[in-house]
């Protein structure tokens, strides 16, 4: 079965650096986009970034202002998500998620979600 | 960047009850329109893609229909575990964007 396992999250001082990574198994890493998306305490969704199952294609969240980088490793099945000057407002649970099968389906068709991982940005 | 709007924001219904629920986008997205389920303290869970189309494992209670700009998730004979939040988001363009959520409780 589909897996995505988040790791990474914790507390952050503002203007620090944090890498959040996503483990995925139970289906082929390379046929299917990724996405990241948050969720403030409290809050609602928030899509954060996207990457083509090849890495050829990357998009981002508005309010991230390139602070955020979104990269895959194939020959470890993991995704990950680069924070840099990170503000208080970035704290969230941050969510792996897989996106469409490339080719088949819609990029942004997103079925299967991680339980997530918690940043805290906090002096 | 598309907007999305839902309404009602809180919808108190009872066990049984068929709950209708709406989203608004500020421009077109086709079909490209999925509806969400989630519960405190877990992930969403996709519900409806393609406008209409349930997921895998989604009961039949569930039905999405629309287009264009707007939306309806639709839930007949509403059991205890459909009590949650609810929502919507279009895939049409970049960014992807959410609606702020229908909360649907007793």
């Known amino acids: 079965q589909v897996q995505l396992v988040e790791s990474g999250g914790g507390v952050v001082e503002p203007g620090g650096s944090l890498r959040l990574s996503c483990a995925a198994s139970g289906f082929t890493f390379t046929d299917f986009v990724m996405h990241w998306v948050r969720q403030a305490p409290g809050k609602g969704l928030e899509w954060v970034a996207v990457?083509?199952?090849?890495?050829?294609?990357?998009y981002y969240g508005d309010s991230l202002k390139g602070r955020f980088t979104i990269v895959r490793d194939t020959s470890k099945n993991t995704l990950y998500l680069e924070m840099n000057t990170v503000r208080a407002d970035d704290t969230a649970v941050y969510y792996c998620a897989r996106g469409g099968q490339s080719y088949l389906e819609a990029p942004g068709k997103i079925e299967y979600w991680g339980q997530g991982t918690l940043v805290a940005v906090s002096s | 960047e598309i907007v999305m709007t839902q309404s009602p924001a809180t919808l108190s219904v009872s066990p049984g009850d068929r709950a209708t629920l709406s989203c608004r986008a500020s421009q077109s997205v086709s079909r490209n329109f999925a509806w969400y389920q989630q519960k405190p303290g877990q992930a969403p869970r996709l519900l409806i893609y393609?406008?209409?189309t349930r997921a895998t494992g989604i009961p039949a209670r569930f039905s999405g229909s629309g287009s264009g700009t707007e939306f309806t998730l639709t839930i007949t004979n509403l059991q205890s575990e459909d009590f949650a939040i609810y929502y919507c988001?279009?895939?049409?363009?970049?960014?992807?964007?959410f609606g702020p959520g229908t909360k649907v409780d007793l």
């Open positions: 393609g406008a209409s």
């Open positions: 990457i083509w199952h090849d890495g050829s294609n990357k």
């Open positions: 988001q279009q895939y049409n363009n970049w960014p992807l964007t």
